[in-house]
């Protein structure tokens, strides 16, 4: 799943790993994880999200072809935040070589909307849920009861950071992947279950053509 930081990757993956019965695997859900548990990545990833920057494409690559390689993932997976830059969607094609072609869905929104939404934006500290509108004006997560506070990263200046590093690092995979038949668009600016619908026609008509194509020699 393609789209900068605020186009609601997460909320939607979460939504369709449900509905599909298969893992999500957020790289951003791994690494604040790997923060809370002071692990030897966490820490060294921990500085570097405070900035808005990228975690190094070698820590990143390792972390996602381990967890590739669990046995979870065989009937597919949705990966959320990766990859980030081209040299992780080189890796990526290998580490899936010999699956399914991956099907690439990028959430566009506008700019403007996008800081708008991350400045009013909350998680729960408890279980790492999303709360936007009304469910981020109340005290509590909807979902566990937890405390919601703002993510340390969306604040204006490190919003601002993450947006250039997203231009400059990520948005040329649009290019690396748009030649792709499994490729789609999905207008990321509408309500969100119009966005979760307009994504599962989306991954359903990549996914079709893969299967029609049949078993590949
Ligand atoms: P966003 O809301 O910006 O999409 P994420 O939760 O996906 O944020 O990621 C938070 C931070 O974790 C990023 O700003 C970056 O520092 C780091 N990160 C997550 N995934 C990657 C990746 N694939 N490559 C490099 N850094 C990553």
Redo the contacts with the bound molecule.
Sequence with gaps: MLG???AG??TQATQIARARGIPKI????I??EAEHNRTEIGRR?SA??AR??????DI?IGI?RERLDQKDVGNGFIL??????VT?AAALDEIVKGRDPLVVVEIVVPETELVQR?SVRMVCETCGETAHGAAAKVADCQRCGGRLVQRS?DNDAVVLE?LK??HRQTQPLVEYYQTRPTFRSVNGSQAPDRVAADLMAAIESAASGVAAKGPRP
């Design positions: 900068p930081p605020g990757k997460g957020s790289t951003g859900d690494l604040r990833a570097i999200m808005g920057e990228l975690v190094s494409d990143m996602v959320d935040g990766f990859p980030r830059t992780q991350l990263d993450r590093v997203y």
